[in-house]
Every structure is written in C-alpha cells, then in structure tokens.
C-alpha cells in the first residue's frame, strides 16, 4: 500500500456503527485494587537498619582500636 492509499484510508469515516472501548471511566468494576505495600510499617523498618548500621559501625571501630593498641 502506498503512502497515498494509508493517508486515504484514514480520512474516510467509519461506517460500522460500533462502539470503541466499551469500558467506564471513573467507575468501579468490582474488586479491591492492587496491593501496594503501603502496609508496611516504614518506621520500624528504618529504626531497624539504623540499629543494625550504628552495630557496624561501633565493630569497626572496635576493630581498629584493637590493631592500633597491638601493633
């Protein structure tokens, strides 16, 4: 098909009368949304990796204090 033939084919209107989509907008189809993982509580999570980040951290340093006093 040429360029021309494209360019007129989508020009012309439709004439089958149907519907397009089908579907609502804005309303509900039954059924719970996806789950998001907003249940996940962020705090003690955070408070949790601090915890274990600040125990890293005081082991090396722990680990250093011992080379220098050693060697």
Not at 42 to 70: E, F, P, Y
């Amino acid at each position: 098909m040429t360029d021309q033939g494209a360019a007129a084919l989508l020009r012309q209107p439709s004439t089958s009368g149907g519907t397009v989509g089908g579907g609502s907008v804005g309303g509900s189809a039954g059924g719970n949304l996806a789950s998001t993982g907003a249940e996940i509580p962020a705090g003690a999570l955070l408070g949790a990796s601090g915890a274990v980040i600040a125990a890293g951290a005081g082991a090396v340093l722990l680990a250093r204090r011992r080379r220098t006093t050693q060697g």
